[in-house]
């Protein structure tokens, strides 16, 4: 029986969390549709993650999606509940905790723990953060689809609420697990039903949760994952096994067999500087897609941007093979992001926010249309970066969801596919904002080290 229910705003904060539970054994699926789950789910699942892709999305939107994709899961006999947010707590952290509320007893109560410490990411004094920064001091205030512009969680998510939102200080959480359960206890009494936790170690969120198991109530887990997996193992829903850690590494190996795709349609300077690292790699190609063309409303502009792309991986892959290849729309690799929303605008015929989906859908289509050119047999793995770009490209592969499996580094997370011509092929997703120069190197070099186990595994089975 599934007993474990997490719903993330979109599809690599599904992968963060779920990466947690595979590194201690418990291999969760993550289906990337919220509309698929009631009838691709296996019951026999111990833990489910459902994306929502609504952090773009209209609070009310975020709101009934996160309640169709609640309410899937409570069919399936789930009784421990998470949101799973963003680090950076872009989104619609409000309505969607409001959505999961919404299917559950009276007697829920959202505990928010927004630290995530292996990512150097926590809350103290209520505010969040991000490797000594404040959160709006970071360049996720200046994200253009979902910015975030003050660093006081209690307030940012007071204004998202209308219930009151209470803040248990640093100073109680030190006092360990008894100290905290009291004071729970007491904002509970007075009908708060949505509480903001600080938290600088893990230790301090496993505190948390041995507080949280203790209480009358049921707790929903609202975090970026830590504190989900905590209460799932104080709860007994899940246990550690034990875990074969695999090498992290920035060198090639001369039995690197195959091609690792990649698929890049975020346009950060973070992808920007690990493409450009990535493309330094001996046998890396780059196929690059203009952003403009991909969603002009003439279709016929559309079609030779693509055809062109499809040409050149023909070209490419009919003579020696790459180690890698980049499937990528221009900016990723140029860093050149000066494409304004009265251009996307003027292109496509529509609004800048339905460009910008438009541009990840097309990226997607295009995507499928290059790997077949590739042949699934010598793709050794895909590297996926942005999460619209993962949804987009899951669903031209025909995919249902993916397995996770571990991480490579914290949010760079390890997985297969699910489903589709392309089932089983190992997958590395990660958001476009994750990692440092190297970390595309890593999760290429991790993605043959598991093709390479994989190949063995298999002979091993025929033999």
């Known amino acids: ?38 009838s691709n789910a296996d019951p026999h699942d111990r833990a489910i993650i459902v994306s929502s892709n609504s952090r773009t999305s209209s609070p009310e939107e975020a709101f009934s999606r996160v309640r169709e994709a609640t309410q899937s899961l409570k069919n399936l006999g789930v009784h421990q509940f998470s949101k799973r947010i963003d680090t950076t707590l872009r989104g619609n952290i409000g309505a969607e905790i ?33 490797d000594s920064s404040l ?46 359960r009291a004071k729970l206890e007491s904002l509970i009494e007075d009908d708060c039903r949505v509480i903001v936790l600080d938290a600088v170690t893990l230790g301090q969120i496993d505190d948390i949760a041995e507080a949280a198991v203790a209480l009358p109530q049921n707790v929903v887990a609202v975090d970026p994952g830590p504190f989900t997996l905590s209460l799932a193992l104080h709860r007994g829903s899940v246990s550690k096994c034990a875990h074969l850690d695999q090498a992290v590494r920035e060198t090639c190996r001369p039995d690197d067999v195959g091609t690792v795709m990649v698929i890049a349609g975020s346009a950060t300077s973070v992808t920007y500087h690990q493409m450009t690292r990535l493309l330094k790699e001996p ?14 409303s ?3 502009i559309v079609e030779s941007e693509m055809s062109k792309l499809v040409g050149q991986a023909r070209e490419i892959f009919s003579g020696t093979r790459p180690r890698v290849a980049i499937l990528a729309v221009s900016s ?33 289509t295009l995507a499928r249309r290059v790997c077949d050119v590739v042949g699934r047999d010598q793709i050794s793995g895909f590297y996926l970066t942005g999460g619209d ?75």
């Open 1 to 38: 029986m599934t007993e474990i229910g997490i719903v993330a705003d979109d599809v690599t904060g599904g992968t963060t969390v779920g990466a947690l539970f595979a590194r201690i054994g418990c291999a969760p699926t993550l289906f990337y549709d919220y509309k698929r789950v009631a």
């Open 98 to 130: 409001q959505g999961m509320l919404s299917v559950l007893s009276a007697d829920h109560v959202a505990l928010v723990v927004p630290s995530m410490p292996q990512s150097k990411k926590i809350l103290v004094g209520g505010y969040s953060l991000i």
């Open 135 to 180: 959160l709006d001091d970071t360049a996720v205030a200046h994200d253009v689809r979902t910015p975030v512009t003050g660093s006081h969680v209690p307030t940012l998510l007071q204004a998202q609420f209308d219930e009151r939102v209470e803040h248990v200080s640093l100073a109680i959480i030190r006092d360990g697990a008894r100290a905290i």
């Open 283 to 296: 046998g890396t190609v780059a196929l690059l897609a203009e952003p403009l063309k991909l969603i002009s």
């Open 298 to 300: 003439d279709s016929s």
């Open 332 to 364: 990723a690799i140029t860093g050149d992001v000066s494409c304004t929303h009265e251009e996307l605008e003027s292109a496509s015929g529509m609004s800048a926010n339905e460009a910008s989906n438009l541009l990840t859908e097309r990226l997607g």
């Open 389 to 463: 770009t993962v949804v987009r490209v899951w669903e031209s592969l025909g995919a249902n969801g993916i397995k996770l499996t571990d991480y490579v580094i914290p949010q760079v997370d390890q997985s297969e596919v699910i489903g589709g011509p392309y089932g089983g092929v190992p997958v590395v997703c990660k958001g476009g904002m994750t990692g440092t120069e190297v970390t595309a190197v890593q999760a290429i070099n991790r993605l043959f080290d598991v093709n390479r186990m994989n190949k063995a595994m298999e002979m091993e089975t025929t033999v």
